[in-house]
């Protein structure tokens, strides 16, 4: 269960923190701190996104990448 009360099959670390330092699951996408507004992100933020091999953007929740 994650702090939300929503059940989470993603095993990234920051479903089960308290206060994650992102907005969005870099796995999933899911939201992992509502406290932190999602924000707009551009093509190029994406692209850094990329480079990173993450799946998802930690600040949007967008897909950037096709999942490993």
């Known amino acids: 269960m994650s702090r939300y009360g929503q059940s989470s099959a993603c ?3 920051n479903h ?3 206060n ?3 907005s ?3 796995k999933c996408g899911g939201v ?4 932190i507004p999602a924000k707009r992100c551009s093509e ?3 692209d850094a996104v990329r480079r990173d091999r993450e799946v998802f ?3 949007c929740g967008t ?4 999942a490993h």
């Open 16 to 18: 089960r923190r308290s």
């Open 57 to 59: 953007c930690v600040d």
């Open 63 to 66: 897909q950037v990448t096709d």
């Open 24 to 26: 969005h699951c870099p």
């Open 44 to 46: 190029s933020d994406h």
């Open 11 to 13: 095993d990234n670390m």
């Open 20 to 22: 994650a330092p992102v």
């Open 32 to 35: 992992v701190n509502a406290q």
